[in-house]
């Protein structure tokens, strides 16, 4: 375990120990401003032994945001981050926020617009229609992602996290399957690669001397007529050549491959009991298991095909997916990987990392269950192991969900 607790640098940010908790939407804003919950979480984090924190999903924009929980990185909450940043560093860890762009993944209430994407057409996810972006509007995006640095500086953050997987805007420009353009924003991986390469060079020019940047990548899109491992290793050289600091290895697509995010199942009947339009949850209900597939958890589950990145790339990286317990945690160091991202055992065990240094054989009590993905789409996050009195029915799924997993285990 030496390795994961001894410094080491993105760009010119040093942690104090080589753990970071991943961006894991908080769904703690209120109008899309800071609230003392989601300082009062990363706090327990930072305090709990981390290297760094990550602010999670924070909208570059207007159009960018799918949730008025979520953060809109803009002056006007420069203050309240502040503190937030401000209490992170007492506690002696970096902090990290994520920025990115929806895409197509909102409703015109939240973005304030029609949802805009790399191609027109219906999404069935959020559900909407939506427009494809003309190429004027990208150059204005790619500043707004410049502009989301600077504000993250004066906000106190060390590091930003640019979004660029997952299935949203930079993501969606990427993969074939929602890049359907004629101009020279599609076609080609090269061309598609376009409206990346455009946020990027936005974001180092912001970023400077000073401030370190991670990109949120993915190693497979996680569906059929996605991206696969050579294109996002092509993707992967580009933001290298770009001058990322360090990429951490992703894969899966909100609108397709929900669950090759995370793995394991999404608790449908949890996910619907907090839903306030009824049309929508019983929909959800009735089509959800189709709609979000089942992908089998595994420790380590991203792990071959970061293998693959790791031999290919000089650029620090992360690794995340599947970290449960200091086992876990050592073999990734010993893989080469700079960095591990932790998003469940950190949700689970704010302290986890404290409790590593205690016994490096320590487990986290998460049972890949999901209810925290679930719940986040309508409340605040939370592990179900912290709330008392949750409803029958839902106690019900997650312990069939649990033997679930245990069989597969
Ligand atoms: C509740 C929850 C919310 C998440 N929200 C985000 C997000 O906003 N942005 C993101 O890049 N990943 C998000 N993720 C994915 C995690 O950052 C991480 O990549 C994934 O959970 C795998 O790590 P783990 O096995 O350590 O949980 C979320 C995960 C969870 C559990
Ligand atoms: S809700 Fe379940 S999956 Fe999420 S952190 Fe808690 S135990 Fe893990």
Redo the contacts with the bound molecule.
Sequence with gaps: MTKLFTPASIGPVTLRNRTIRSAAFEGMGKDNNPTQMLRDYHLSVARGGVGMTTLAYAGICRSALSFKTQLWLRPEIVEPLREITDGIHAAGAKASIQIGHCGNMTHRSTAGCIPVGASSGFNLYSPTIARGLRPDELKTLANQFGDAVRTARDAGFDCVEVHAGHGYLISQFLSPYTNRRRDEFGGSLDNRMRFMRMCMEEVMKAAGSDMGILVKTNMRDGFNGGLEIEDCLTVARELENLGAHALVLSGGFVSKAPMYVMRGRMPIYSMTYYMKQLWLKYGVRMCGNMMIPYVPFKELYFLDDARVFRSELKLPLVYVGGVVDGPTARKVMEEGFEFLQMG?AL??EPDFVNRLREDECHRC????????IARMYSREMA???HLDNLPPKILKEIERIKDENAKVR
Excluded: M, P, Q
């Design positions: 469940r949700l689970n009590g998460c049972d890949h269950v999901n209810y925290c592990c179900h192991k």
